[in-house]
């Protein structure tokens, strides 16, 4: 109960564009892994929300290679994102793939650390594991000279998660002298 709280107005459930398409729907009531990964690419966020909890909740392990593909596809769409490689990086970090022991993580790992898009890069540094092989990914990314600042910052503070490391000190005492920073 709250005196600020409108009662003399209606809601408004939706709006959308005139000219716009409505976004595909998906039935996941089947069990169909396809329309899981179909959903990760849709361009509706609640679409890739449902179906990035659906594969956790489930432990849906066996699409660990689809959402690796996903992660190491390259496109961005008009904004610069790749919202189906961020979403496939949070599943398999949910899946517990991102454990430090799966090389073949440790690879795609790196491989979205180099992705061109910036959110994949920094999503990227927020899943992964807190290894020295980790540590050892960033610094030779040179994520700490990433030209997005926001990127930079998670890079720094993925390091100071990190084990330490005298390179890494030195790294970071350098990009401590950089203004932007």
């Known amino acids: 109960i709250n005196p600020m709280r409108d009662r003399e107005h209606g809601r408004i459930y939706r709006l959308s564009y005139k000219g716009g398409e409505d976004s595909k729907a998906f039935d996941f009531t ?8 179909a959903a990760l690419k849709s361009e509706n966020l609640f679409w890739r929300m449902t179906a990035q909890r659906l594969i956790v909740e489930q432990k849906l392990t066996d699409l660990t290679p689809e959402l690796y593909k ?3 596809n390259q496109s961005m769409d008009a ?4 919202p189906a490689a961020i ?3 949070w599943a398999l970090h ?5 454990n430090g022991e799966n090389q073949e993580a440790q690879v795609i790992i790196e491989k979205a650390l180099a992705h061109p898009s910036a959110g994949v890069r920094k999503n990227a540094l927020k899943v992964m594991p807190r290894s020295a092989a980790s540590l050892q990914a960033i610094l030779s ?3 700490i000279q990433d030209p997005d600042l926001p990127t930079r910052k998670e890079a720094f503070l993925a390091i100071s998660e990190m084990p ?4 890494a ?3 970071l005492l350098n990009a401590a002298d950089v203004t932007e920073n």
């Open 87 to 89: 979403h496939a990086l």
């Open 70 to 72: 996903l992660v190491e």
């Open 94 to 98: 949910g899946l517990g793939v991102f």
């Open 141 to 143: 990314s040179k994520l």
């Open 164 to 167: 330490f490391s005298e390179g």
């Open 30 to 37: 089947k069990g169909n892994t396809k329309e899981l990964i």
């Open 169 to 171: 000190a030195k790294a």
């Open 79 to 82: 904004i610069g994102l790749n």
